[in-house]
Structures are given as structure tokens and as C-alpha cells.
């Protein structure tokens, strides 16, 4: 399994990005597909998540109203729209995919695969 993240760059407060997460191989209904996040000097951090098959979505209370996350089965593909971008938003973005139970989406130990991470920076 190999998850391609991209999307990042530069963007002014305000604006917004769409970061995709391409994965190869098999996601199978009960995967869960999260992007965290990860800036200088920091833990990372969860940011959303998603069960492969079914409704539950997630994101982070901190970035809710701002942040969405969906989902393309014909093209494997994960999305996290983020919209009016912060300058704290800035950091690397990652997605990752998990075989755990949904209960533990926000935990980075609970996926065990990754992509390599795209860069959001966001200028104030």
C-alpha cells in the first residue's frame, strides 16, 4: 500500500487548499483514512478522519467549519478541503490509513500506513 499526498503550498490567511491523498493497493470498507499534521518543533497533531465505507467523518475541533473531508472510491482518493487558512495552519500534512477501530481515528499510533507528507504554509 503507498498513500501520494499532494496539494500543499503557499497561501495567504484566508485563502484555501484542497490536499488529495492518492492510495494504491487495497482500502477496504472498514479503513480508516486520516490526515494529520505536523509543524516545527510540535507533536503530531489529528486533523480528520473517515471510515472507507460509511458515514462517519471527523475533524478536529479546532479546525471544524474550517477543514472537510471526503472521499472519490473510483479514484482511491482522499481529500481535505481546508478554508480560510490560518497562519498556524502551517505545517506538514499527512495522510495515513488504518485497520483500527473507528474510536481510534485521532491516535497516530493507530495507523500503520503513511504518505510522505505535503507542506502547507500559510503567510499572515
Known amino acids: 500500500v503507498q498513500l501520494q499526498a499532494s496539494g500543499g503550498g503557499l497561501v495567504q490567511a484566508g485563502g484555501s487548499l484542497r490536499l488529495s491523498c492518492e492510495t494504491s493497493?487495497?482500502?477496504?470498507?472498514?479503513?480508516?483514512m486520516g490526515w494529520f499534521r505536523q509543524a516545527p518543533g510540535k507533536e503530531r497533531e489529528f486533523v480528520a478522519a473517515?471510515?472507507?465505507?460509511?458515514?462517519?467523518?471527523d475533524v478536529a475541533d479546532s479546525m471544524k467549519g474550517r477543514f472537510t473531508i471526503s472521499r472519490d472510491y473510483a479514484k482511491n482518493t482522499v481529500y481535505l478541503q481546508m478554508n480560510s487558512l490560518k497562519p498556524e495552519d502551517t505545517a506538514v500534512y499527512y495522510c495515513?490509513?488504518?485497520?483500527?477501530?473507528?474510536?481510534?481515528?485521532?491516535?497516530?499510533?493507530?495507523?500503520?500506513?503513511w504518505g510522505q507528507g505535503t507542506q502547507v504554509t500559510v503567510s499572515s
Open positions: 493497493g487495497q482500502i477496504t470498507s472498514g479503513n480508516v
Open positions: 473517515l471510515r472507507w465505507n460509511g458515514g462517519n467523518k
Open positions: 495515513a490509513k488504518s485497520s483500527l477501530i473507528w474510536g481510534a481515528r485521532a491516535r497516530s499510533t493507530s495507523y500503520n500506513y
